[in-house]
């Protein structure tokens, strides 16, 4: 008798990627009778229950029921039970006649929800290959530094990235409260040059910027939202360089010697301020800073001679103790072998965000006690439209030759004790050069998918890159977000309207690159500040509030082409991408806006200048020409 051997199901393909897998035969569908079933009665467990009911419902339009006892065929069992050989953010899951997900922590639970959510996206029914998974982390920090001090970054994206960060396991944002932009933009004025401190102060009235901040109660409800979402915020106060906020604040401690954007280490007014600042945060039974690490910086200062080199050693050692006296574990920036001297620092329990193996070399931190993240930035930092280091990250170099163990040219063995993850970052170093945060998103979403999986996967992955490249773009940002502002999954025209009604509110907020608006337009003319639609990112003007042109707003910046609407019968069209923005009239191009050059210095310095626009469609303003034969295309 010959048999044929039934093939059993495929690796799913999740990111980051599952450790183990082994395959059975057939599918798991979940049905709207299906419930989650807590085996435990245990309050985190039925949190973490009705997150994922939340979710799944948000994703797919299915309410699942969370109830507790005996799981049934058809139900998903939530269970903890201790495993010694498994990680502390590990799972297991089983599917079968059920789902049976079992982990250590409930932390593994939570991340066995972000697998399954992933795996049901890609199939048309949400259907689940039987089979079983083992998944694990190779390193404990898996995150993302944003700066926020030079360029302001609305809390709603905060927010949506702790969600992002979330769905792909990544667990520790560091948020960068304060910096200063570079003075040969300002005239080498730096008391001109702008600078920012983005978190309300009571201690220091007239501190917070003006220009966008965060209230002391915004920025703990961030971190209770990221806390529900297991990831961990660190906060960064920058000191005693990048500090030009707190010296235009307070002249008296800004250092007459190396520059007003360093803080005047021999100047006893200087410990006063900075503790003063970190109390106000720190402080109480309920402090602001409500995880387990604080940031203080502590990079780039000069060490133009030894006597300053102490100094900074000293002022380093001060803020990590100072910070641990409210039980916080410090974390600073690499910078001892570039201050090498004698003052002792601190090293036991502290984190160093290995960045630059000449500012802090890897091998003689460990060597001293520190524990590293790795960020090298020749590989990791992102300085969007600047020319230098990244616009986009080498995700492809990245997949394929990096883990967290390779800091420059410094490799340690994997998963070497004093090495606990990797980081990247965004760096706004050119303050007004028109990025959004759309033109943020664009450029991080393919690194945070990419470093997703060589933080947790580590350096095994099972695929090439270029099949991965294809499957990830499949995948959404998280359970609700969509920064991108992508119309469902497919290409060519996504929506429609016969007619677009004046202070309406429409069902998509925006649509984002590449895309292409067109409309019929029975003109009038319009006052000035005339919207043809808004939404919390942007506005798009048929009379925009200066000089009465078609344009549009988002981030601060106002951007008008050579057009403006009168008594006429046009056809309009306006198509964007990552680079530009086009307006055409008739079908002909009157203007694009890409991405130009800005001088300072009579011309001795210049920086790109970003013109790119997600198209809002949510709010239709107050105007009185018509709008017919709406359309939207997305590619």
Known sequence: ????????????????????WKGDQGTFTIKEQTRIVCQEENSELTRIAHLFAQDYQTMFGKRLEVSHGKAMNGNILFRIRKDRKMPHEGYSITIGKQIIITAPEAIGIYWATRSLLQMSEQDDKQSLPCGQIKDYPDYAVRGFMLDCGRKFIPLEFLQDYVRIMSYYKMNTFQIHLNDNAFPRFY?????????????????????TAQDGSYSKQEFIDLQK????????????IDVPAHSLAFTQYKPEIGSKKYGMDHLDLFNPETYRFVDGLFKEYLEGDEPVFRGKRVHVGTDEY?????????????????CIRYVESFGKQ????????????????????????????????PKEMIEQGYQLISIPDGLLYIVPAARYYYDYLNTQKLYENWTPVHIG?????????????????????????????KDIHNRVFPAMQTLAVKMWTGKNTGMPYSKFNILRKRLSEAPGVNQ???????????????????????????????????????????NRGTELFRSPSAVFYLSDPISGLI?????????????????????????????????????????????????????????????????????????????TNFKVYQK
């Open 551 to 627: 344009g549009y707003a988002r981030d601060g910046y106002l951007n008008t082409f050579h057009y403006s609407v009168k008594n006429e019968k046009i056809q309009v069209k306006v198509e964007g991408d990552s680079v530009s923005t086009r307006l055409y009239i008739n079908n002909k191009l009157i203007e694009t806006k890409d991405i130009t050059r800005k001088y300072f210095n009579a011309g001795k310095d210049s920086m790109n200048y970003v013109r790119t626009l997600v198209f809002p469609l949510e709010k239709s303003g107050d105007f009185k020409s018509s709008i």
């Open 1 to 20: 008798m010959i048999t044929t051997a039934v093939a059993q199901n495929s690796k799913p393909f999740v990111v980051p990627e599952l450790k183990e």
């Open 302 to 318: 000069s060490n133009k001679d030894k006597e300053v080199v102490e100094k900074f050693r000293y002022f380093t050692d001060h």
């Open 187 to 207: 005239n080498w004025d730096l008391m001109k040059t702008y600078s920012a401190f983005r978190l309300e102060s009571e201690t220091y009235p007239g501190l």
């Open 330 to 361: 410090a974390c600073i920036w690499g910078a001892l072998t570039h201050a090498k001297g004698d003052t002792p620092v601190k090293s036991e329990n502290v984190v160093m965000n290995a960045w630059y193996n000449g500012y802090a070399d």
């Open 409 to 437: 040219k410094a490799v340690f063995e994997e998963k070497h004790p004093s090495v606990l993850g990797g980081m990247f970052a965004v760096w706004n170093d050119h303050a007004g050069n028109g990025i959004s945060t």
């Open 484 to 526: 991108s502002g992508r119309i469902g999954k497919t290409p060519g025209l996504v929506y429609r309207q016969a007619s677009i009604n004046p202070n309406r509110t429409y069902p998509h907020r925006e649509v984002g690159n590449t895309y292409q608006v067109s409309f019929d337009l029975d003109g009038r003319p319009e």
């Open 225 to 236: 939202l990221a806390e529900a979402h297991f990831v961990d915020i660190i906060p960064e």
